[in-house]
């Protein structure tokens, strides 16, 4: 009631005090509540309650002295009220991130630096990526012995961009490097950056980075980096998108602006490298790239031990089987697959884990996972061996293709198998002897299936599109074609201008004739896919086998099956009418 009194200023107060129509005075620290002799009750602050008490009694003005408890109270309130919605706001926007930050300021960065209270994820925990270890071993020698690197100066890089599905251990891995160098690693999550706010995402980039460079050496995680490095199509709101890209041009920025001195390692893990902006994988930003595809059969097995070593297993329990029974399961698969086989047997109290468990586990997995594709059933594998393995076999036997690096018949993505040559990015011009080969090699994964299998599948779908268009454009583009001659076509429909409005620049007859030598040279390779493979039938057959048993296999692996084969092929065949007729050129190891 006191608060709805009129208020008066300390001036007017002291003049009604001169005037002498102050009757009563209530003192309550600086607060001041006043009768005058109209009775009237006024209230002010007065700047100076010691003085004015003895000023008041000087005028025989009655004084009355309360604690001011209340309005202290009240005081604090009005201060506390807005702080407190600050923090319940501020805690609502954090919540999100489970992890803690020592400042309070909304627009720092959320980057968590691992402390030392975690514990220390090394390469020990990490298994069946051995690519990728080999090359990140790299990396950890350069933050520990920077000095190594710089005094020869080289460059070493600034970003590495780890891609493939979820549960393969990316994150995994990019805490191993840390823990490897025995360096601070700063992790964020690309969504932590994107906020309704437009600049805040930018401001936290920035603030990370700086917090960064003042731990360097360290490491810089960013995963699921596409929540903020998606390019443009396909996402939200257009204030989403702003953001989004201020924080986009914010990291882009960063990386650039820092050398190769400041030894700040920026690694960054996505599953959509399809919708990355491209402009994350210019030289200088994400150049090395990691991908990281879900485990083969040794990388199950060397998994399972991980995650096995402070488990009691039973002696019954086989975990090559177990391996061997599920293909596609990721990293993260496996661990979970562990750990439910714990949690089934601690649920019957039993002390150690044993093969049901694991197998009651497995299938739970399974279902939980309900992929389809994931369980592939053994025919299926045999086939996608198969086309597999005449894809290699062509690429091994062809002298001037790419050398082979790794087949593989693990789902990846839409692909079901694949056979990696090393890349031939460094290479701008091709010969004409050189595509024909290549036009073999895509046509030996459909050739193999017929010469073992005697039945085609769906399986070169793919492939085909791949040799049509490479084989038009030899025709068309690179005047490869005797018949069509060195001239350059533009065929409507492939768009070599850069869209469907572009005009067929021949005639009829010249399209027909297109066609045909587009086709001549697709069955030209078909066929010599198809001589290769029926002469060196025993290789593919092993091959064939050899794939379906590890599901991956290298150059190295393939030179001892090949060398096998020819070795067994000699000794049934006797003298050596059917020596090798070749030496695999281009595929020295
Ligand atoms: P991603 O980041 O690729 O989605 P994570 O690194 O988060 O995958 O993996 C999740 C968990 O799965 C890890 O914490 C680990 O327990 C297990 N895991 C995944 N890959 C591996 C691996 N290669 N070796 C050992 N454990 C793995
Ligand atoms: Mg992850
Ligand atoms: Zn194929």
């Known amino acids: 009631m006191e608060n709805r009194l009129s208020t008066l200023s300390y001036n007017e107060f002291v003049l009604l005090l001169e005037k002498d129509e102050i009757r009563e005075v209530h003192l309550a620290g600086n607060n001041v509540t006043l009768h005058d002799i109209y009775d009237r009750q006024f209230k002010t602050y007065t700047p100076d309650p010691d003085g004015l008490a003895d000023r008041l009694l000087a005028k025989s003005v009655k004084v009355y002295g309360a604690s001011d408890h209340s309005d202290r109270i009240w005081n604090l309130l009005t201060i506390a009220i807005p702080v407190l919605l600050i923090m319940i706001v501020w805690f609502m926007m954090n919540r999100r991130n489970t992890q803690t930050e020592s400042s309070a300021d909304f627009a720092k960065s959320r980057a968590v630096m691992s402390g030392q209270a975690d514990r220390i994820i090394t390469f020990r925990d990490v298994a069946g990526i051995p690519e990728a270890r080999d090359e990140l071993l790299e990396i950890v020698d350069f933050l520990q012995k920077p000095k190594k690197y710089s005094r020869l100066g080289a460059i070493i890089p600034k970003g590495v961009l780890f891609l493939g599905p979820p549960g393969t251990g990316k994150t995994l891995l ?96 996505t599953n959509r490298p399809d919708i990355l902006d491209p402009a994350l994988l210019r030289p200088g930003r994400f150049d090395r790239i990691i991908t990281i595809l879900p485990p083969d059969v040794k990388g199950r097995r060397a998994i399972l031990d991980v995650h096995t070593r402070n488990i009691k297993l039973a002696p019954d329990v086989n975990l090559d089987d177990l391996a061997r029974v599920t293909p596609g399961f990721t990293g993260a698969e496996l661990a979970s697959l562990v750990n439910e086989a714990a949690l089934i047997a601690g649920r019957t109290e039993k002390d150690v884990i044993d093969q049901d468990d694991l197998d009651m586990a497995k299938d739970r997995i399974l279902m939980g996972i309900e992929r389809k594709g994931l369980v592939i059933d053994e025919q299926d594998k045999r086939s996608m061996a198969c086309h597999e393995a005449g894809h290699a076999i062509v690429a091994w036997i062809l002298p001037d293709t790419d050398p082979l690096h790794k087949i593989s018949i693990i789902p990846r993505g839409k692909a079901m198998g694949s056979t990696q040559q090393q890349p031939i990015q460094d290479r701008y011009a091709y010969t004409d002897h050189y595509l024909r080969h290549r036009l073999a090699i895509i046509m030996g994964g459909r050739a193999a299936e017929e010469v073992l299998l005697g039945q085609i599948s769906t399986g070169a779908e793919g492939d085909l599109a791949q040799a049509v268009e490479l084989a038009t454009n030899m025709v068309c583009k690179w005047g490869m074609s005797e018949k069509v001659g060195p001239l350059a076509y533009f065929k409507a429909n492939q768009g070599f201008l850069g869209g469907p409005t572009a005009q067929n620049n021949f005639s009829e007859e010249t399209a027909r004739l297109i066609d045909s030598e587009v086709r001549s040279l697709v069955e030209e390779g078909y066929r010599c896919a198809r001589a290769i493979l029926d002469k060196e039938r025993r290789f593919l057959d092993q091959l064939t086998e050899s794939l379906l048993e590890a599901e991956t296999i290298d150059r190295q692996e393939m030179q001892i099956i090949h060398d096998c084969t020819q070795r067994e092929q000699h000794e049934s065949q006797g003298a050596c009418e059917n020596r090798p007729h070749h030496q695999p050129t281009g595929v020295e190891p």
């Open 174 to 269: 990019a805490k191993a490097i840390a823990g490897e160098a025995g360096v601070p690693f700063f992790s964020i999550n690309g969504s932590d950056f994107v906020e309704k706010f437009v600049g805040v995402g930018a401001s936290r980039v920035r603030d990370l980075f700086r917090e960064a460079k003042k731990n360097s050496p360290c490491i810089v995680f960013i995963d699921e980096i596409d929540a903020v490095g998606g390019h443009r199509a396909g996402a939200g709101s257009a204030g989403g998108q702003e953001e989004r890209g201020q924080t986009l041009n914010a990291l882009l920025v960063e990386m650039d602006g820092f050398g190769s001195h400041e030894k700040v390692i920026v690694i960054a893990a």
